[in-house]
């Protein structure tokens, strides 16, 4: 037979988008419409519908850029369409191929109920099945002029990321605002046409299915009268029952779909669009669920939930309905999807607390499944974190976008620094959002690398990142694909009912050690410098708040009560992990979301300083009691003051002292360390004095300032690509090097100008500490580049040490593999460690993520040089055209002599600074005392549920195992292990035993324990 192939399938796309699609509805009649323009920004629904309108026509531009207008639609119903489906068609000026990055409607009945959402691929408000005639239709839109920001030339500098800049052009036309007929036969026929079509060319081209189907999609063709398609629809589909009706192999991959909207908390719209994105997807989502009894939906984010609670309460009611009836599942338990390289171990449990809270208290149900997929790399201190959170899977497919290397598994044991697993999971469709494509299905099932002992995957459904959710055109076709042979099968399953089977099929699956690191995105440990900062500060106030807040509710006494603040850390807690949201923190977002975001950090700094003020005042007695009390937040004793409480500081360390070199530079020194600032203002030497030992590797020079060009291929907020470092430019150029000595410090500024920017670094030696202190004010205005500090270290080793949740994790120095090779940018969280046995260097740092270690071989000695540098600021251009220009601050430290429990240490100090605060009390004990350095408090805090118990995290710090007691300066009724959320819990490994009145600790290398501790009453 002649090989008429490609002329059937051209036949078939011409035919479906010419004429089936359009005869979908045969018959239309134009609404009358009016049009309202709220000033600002969005007003509440009662105001809008209430707002005179004037007319607007189909044609009329509308919207400026994050506009809200206010559409009223109108009409009636013909007679001559008794009897049959009618809707509305509402097009905004939809561009098909951007659902969630244009703009976007809500649309409410007159009584302000809301309807269903409008996008571009959801145009359609459903009047009358069937229509008696003669309906009057009257609706209200919410309509949203969001800008498109990601354009078809992607990644351009735009002024439309934030109002402040976006101008008041009209971005839109309104394109149809019709009612029609809706002919539900020819809709199916085109389901049937674009399930076979996409079926057949995913099929080997030699084998029979492949044929057989394109023969029954040609009978169909050419059953259909162009001139009459919906008189010949219902023969058409009567051609191809045959073929759908095929059964599928019993090997057939296994798709577990279920409706997803992974819907960005912020990105390329700020925060408060979000709330309104959420309602609107959410809305079409209960009304699918009402429409398709097989389908299902999931939605991650906590504060998703709440905002529709708060915002739209009507659809929030038809969200718990659908909860109840298990078809709308919450998943994830998280706060929000949160980047996790970069949250702090406490900020990241909370993630989990409250989301799984939330979902506990407001529908009584537990995830047991961590949901992210979209999240930019995963910890290895993350598995513990979920294990601890009492889930026990994983579900993310960013890594499918890693640039080198492709991952060995799809369904996979991921261990963590401590050795615990969880079973993961990558969809092998490789999106979250997908649209129920012939293409995508293969490809999930091609793409599975588990083939021979795994065979079901999952699929997120529904257009996601800025909304929209499952469409009923893919409930149509995933019913089609339910059992057809050539494809995989297809079933609605809730996120349980996939990982239950999954586990199930796969008792024994591999496991995979360490971080999962994503080989792209990794600038985002760097933009948004002050969005970066504002995350750490809070997370460091909180610790502070929640200690002192703690210990003054246990110590006030009657007469003076002191009331932990539960309702006010609940919510700045909230507030700091929704800035935790992948697009936030990561510095990804437009300049709106930034700067807001910046403000936020600002207000609850304040917030919290006011509360740990109050705390410590109440604690020191009343103020001008002339006695000055330094209170120590951190996990270790410092000054003489213990960990967690506060005393009269006291050392009798000698005073540091600086001294002129000949030809320019200084020496400092404090008897502990001698550093030597050059006539650059480099550190030409750093040596630790009981051992004699350098630090800074011969022939070169540390805390050099290195400039690179920065300008990625692609994603310029969120990537670095490799050849940046091709080029560089060393700022040794010094407008001014100058040194004091005052308070016993001894400190050296140098100021640097370069290109348009200016640099001013102190560096500073302080009595009794080994540690040299850097602080960096930058000012910054380049444009496409990357500063980095550069600390070439004489150290030979082929691994180090970078802080993450919870412990450390070592990564190579070298570049043997491509994995290694990829990894040229890393997270850290307050120190990089690295070390010879023996001996080792920690750099220390408040608020920098990003940074890369790199190794060579000197000719001249043969030693190796370790080079380490702290990523400082980039400058991209979009998705906010002027980040990081500004003023900056960084602090970090250089730790000669550190093991890593020093680094542990002073990763702790340098974000926890000392509060002095004048009182008549002579000193304040710590509420808990742990008599090992490697156990470490990592919070202490009052029960959530206000019983009055003290709630202490302890986690081994050291990457080994530790053996301490526990003790309390309150009588200690008992001691029991708990979950993060606080309950009772008997997942907890290591031994704990209370004992004379104190706990006994005994941890595994960076294990993790939740105390309750009941203080006798
Ligand atoms: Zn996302």
């Known amino acids: 037979m002649h090989d008429d192939r490609t002329l059937v399938e051209s036949r078939l796309k011409r035919v479906l988008e010419e004429r089936i699609l359009p005869a979908v509805y045969p018959e239309s009649v134009p609404l009358e419409v009016g049009i309202w323009t709220a000033p600002g920004e969005p007003v509440p629904v009662a105001e809008g519908l209430a707002a005179p309108r004037t007319p607007i026509a189909v044609g009329d531009a509308w919207g400026a850029p994050w506009g809200t207008s206010w559409l009223t639609v109108s009409g009636t119903v013909p007679q001559a369409w008794a009897g049959r489906t009618v809707e509305a068609l509402i097009d905004l000026g939809f561009d098909a191929n951007m659902p969630g990055f ?228 919450p998943a994830g338990g998280m706060w929000v999807e949160s980047d996790t390289n970069m949250p702090s171990s406490e900020a990241m449990a909370r993630q989990f607390v409250h989301g799984k809270r939330f979902f506990l208290e407001e529908f009584g149900v537990e995830n047991h499944e961590a949901w992210l997929p979209d999240t930019f790399g995963f910890t290895g201190g993350l598995p513990q974190i979920i294990r601890n959170a009492g889930s026990k899977w994983l579900l993310t497919q960013k890594i499918s976008w890693s640039q080198v290397n492709r991952f060995p598994h799809h369904t996979f044991l991921w261990e963590g620094i401590d050795g615990t697993r969880i079973f993961t999971h990558f969809p092998p469709v490789d999106t979250y959002n997908c649209s129920m494509k012939g293409s995508e299905i293969a490809h999930a099932a091609r793409n599975f690398k588990d083939k021979g002992v795994a065979r079901h995957s999952i699929a997120p459904t529904g257009w996601g990142d800025g909304g929209g959710g499952t469409t009923r055109e893919m409930v149509g ?132 300083a006011e509360l740990i003020d109050a705390a410590q005042q109440a604690l020191a007695g009343s103020a001008g009691g002339g006695r000055e009390l330094v209170f120590n937040s951190a996990p270790h004793a410092r000054s003489a003051v213990p960990a967690g409480g506060a005393a009269v500081a006291a050392t009798d360390a000698p005073a540091a002292t600086v001294t002129p070199l000949d030809g320019g530079g200084f020496t400092l020194r404090n008897g502990l360390l001698e550093v030597v600032v050059d006539a650059d203002g480099l550190i030409g030497s750093a040596v630790e004095l009981a051992t004699g030992r350098e630090t800074v590797a011969p022939g070169s020079r540390a805390n050099l300032l290195q400039l690179h060009p920065d300008f990625p291929n692609m994603w310029d907020a969120w990537d670095v690509d490799q050849f940046y470092r091709n080029t560089v430019t060393d700022l040794t150029g010094v407008d001014s090097l100058t040194a004091t000595a005052a308070d016993g410090r001894a400190e050296v500024r140098i100021a640097r100008s370069f290109g348009s920017s200016t640099v001013v670094q102190t560096l500073t030696l302080r009595p009794g500490e080994q540690r040299l202190d850097i602080d960096t004010e930058v000012d910054w205005h380049e444009t496409e580049k990357f500063l980095k500090a550069a600390f070439p270290l004489d150290v030979h080793t082929e691994r180090y040490a970078a802080e993450t949740q919870f412990g450390h994790l070592y990564r190579p120095t070298h ?24 001996w080792g260097v920690a750099l220390v740092t408040a608020s920098t993520y990003g940074h890369d270690v790199t190794r060579s071989v000197r000719a001249d000695d043969g030693g190796t040089t370790t080079t380490v540098r702290f990523s400082l600021l980039r400058a991209p251009r979009f998705p906010d055209p002027k980040t990081d220009q500004g003023l900056h601050r960084f602090r970090h430290a250089l730790v000669p002599g550190a093991a890593i429990g020093d680094a542990v240490r002073e990763g702790y100090r340098i974000g926890l600074p000392e509060r002095r605060v004048t009182g008549t009390a002579e000193r304040v004990a710590p509420l808990v005392e742990v008599d090992h350095d490697a156990l470490v408090v990592s919070a202490v805090k009052l029960a959530d549920d206000r019983s009055g118990d003290l709630v202490v995290r302890v986690y081994e710090a050291g990457g080994g195992r530790a053996r301490g007691r526990l003790s309390t300066s309150f009588p200690l009724a008992g001691a029991v292990p708990c979950d993060l959320l606080e309950r009772p819990w008997d997942g907890t490994r290591g031994e704990v035993t209370v004992e004379d009145g104190a706990v006994h600790l005994a941890l595994r290398p960076f294990e993790l324990v939740t105390l309750r501790l009941s203080p006798a009453r």
């Not at 570049?815 to 460690?833: G, L, P, Q, Y």
């Open 102 to 329: 244009q703009c976007e409607g809500l649309v409410y009945r007159p009584d302000g109920s809301p309807v269903k959402g409008l996008n571009p691929r959801n145009q359609w408000v459903r009047i009358a099945a069937p229509a008696a005639g003669g309906e009057q239709v009257l609706l209200h839109v919410e309509a949203a002029a969001n800008p498109v920001i990601l354009d078809y030339h992607p990644f351009l500098p735009t002024e439309l990321g934030d109002k402040e800049t976006s101008g008041d052009r009209p971005q839109y036309k309104l394109a149809r605002m019709d009612l029609a007929v809706f002919d539900d036969t020819v809709w199916q026929l085109s389901l049937d046409l674009e399930v076979l079509g996409e079926l057949m060319a995913e099929l080997p081209v030699d084998g029979a299915r492949r044929w057989e189907v394109l023969r029954a999609v040609e009978r169909a063709l050419d059953a259909i009268d162009l001139q009459d398609v919906n008189g010949t629809a219902a023969a058409a589909r009567s051609e191809l029952t045959a073929v759908l009706a095929a059964p599928a192999v019993p090997s057939a991959h296994r798709i577990s779909a279920i409706g997803h909207a992974h819907i960005d908390s912020a990105w390329l719209w700020p925060l408060r669009e979000t709330v309104r994105k959420v309602a609107r997807t959410t809305a079409n989502m209960t009304a699918l669920l009402e429409d398709e009894p097989e389908f299902r939906y999931t939605m991650s984010q906590a504060q998703q939930y709440a905002w529709i609670k708060e915002h739209r309460p009507e659809v929030y009611a038809r969200v718990r309905k659908a909860v109840a009836e298990g078809r709308f599942v």
């Open 477 to 608: 076709k995933a019913a089609r694909m339910r059992d057809l042979e050539g494809s995989a099968t297809v079933r609605w399953e809730n996120p349980a009912e996939f990982f239950a089977k999954a586990e199930a099929e796969y008792p024994d699956p591999p496991v995979w050690v360490g971080e999962l690191y994503l080989e792209l995105h990794r600038a985002t440990l760097t933009s948004q410098a002050k969005t970066k900062q504002g995350n750490r500060r809070s997370e460091n106030l909180l610790r502070e708040a929640e200690l002192w807040c703690s210990t003054a509710a246990l110590r006030t006494g009657a007469e003076q009560p002191y009331a932990y603040p539960y309702e006010q850390l609940d919510r700045i807690w909230k507030t700091v992990l929704l800035h935790q949201f992948h697009d936030i923190l990561p510095g990804s977002s437009i300049a709106w979301v930034h700067r807001e975001a910046e403000a936020t950090y600002a207000a609850l700094a304040r917030e919290l």
């Open 815 to 838: 570049t043997n593999t491509s994995w290694d090779a990829a990894k040229f940018e890393a997270c850290n969280h307050r120190f990089v460690h690295l070390d010879e046995p023996g």
